[in-house]
């Protein structure tokens, strides 16, 4: 089983709002991520998760908040949200750094 | 230079032709290479992965990856209607740190399998 859920799969948020994006994963992987994807672009990585540590931050702006609460889930607090952050974000988890990635089905995220 | 680069398409075959999708990369130390496959508003489907030189077969896909030219290809044989889709190469460079884990893309190929 190579399933990674994401939650929600759509979500609408005004620019004062705080949400979250949640991600989980049975596959035992100990490494987790997010990118953020715009249509026609390929996955940008935002955050690597590693043994539950923060290995990688792309120098995301600091309204984009991770957190991982224990090695199968995985999430993005959002907050003060600007209308270019709207796209599509993806998690993905890996046995290891070194493996291969595979992507939940992702979050659409609009801000207005 | 891009770290990671596809050939520029769109690509366009004949249903049951052999579809060539090819990717460059700029980072000597680079150990593992992936292809993945995105359909329009899903989210990337992998579905090779290598990490030695040499030729890796699983299906009808084949990737090879040459490490001394840094190169990585994708092969599709008997192409189907249901291929067509934009394909992703991804490498894995080491990212802050000495930390691997930082998945870098090219920008796609789009594929289109014609009956």
């Known amino acids: 089983d190579t399933e990674v859920t994401q939650t929600p799969k759509h979500l609408v948020m005004g620019m004062t709002n705080k949400k979250s994006l949640k991600c989980e994963q049975h596959?035992?992987?100990?490494?987790m991520y997010w990118y953020k994807q715009k249509a026609k672009k390929p996955p940008e990585l935002m955050f690597v998760y590693s043994y539950e540590k923060l290995s990688i931050n792309e120098s995301v702006p600091s309204r984009f908040s991770p957190e991982c609460p224990n090695s199968s889930l995985l999430n993005l607090h959002l907050h003060a949200l600007q209308p270019e952050d709207s796209a599509l974000y993806l998690c993905a988890s890996s046995q290891d750094l070194l493996y291969e990635q595979y992507f939940g089905p992702g979050t659409r995220l609009t801000v207005t | 230079q891009k770290e990671v680069e596809q050939n520029s398409g769109p690509l366009s075959v004949p249903e049951g032709a052999i579809a060539s999708l090819n990717c460059t990369y700029s980072?000597?130390?680079?150990?593992?290479f992936f292809w993945y496959r995105q359909y329009s508003g899903k989210s990337p489907e992998l579905i090779m992965s290598i990490y030695s030189n040499g030729d890796k077969e699983d299906g009808r896909f084949t990737a090879q990856l040459n490490k001394a030219s840094q190169y990585v290809s994708l092969l599709i044989r008997d192409s189907q209607p249901s291929d067509s889709a934009t394909y992703l190469c991804?490498?894995?460079?080491?990212?802050?740190?000495?930390?691997?884990?930082?998945?870098?893309f090219g920008q796609g190929t789009i594929l289109t399998v014609h009956p």
């Open positions: 596959m035992g992987h100990r490494a």
């Open positions: 980072d000597r130390v680079s150990q593992s």
């Open positions: 991804a490498v894995n460079i080491k990212g802050g740190g000495t930390s691997y884990g930082k998945l870098t």
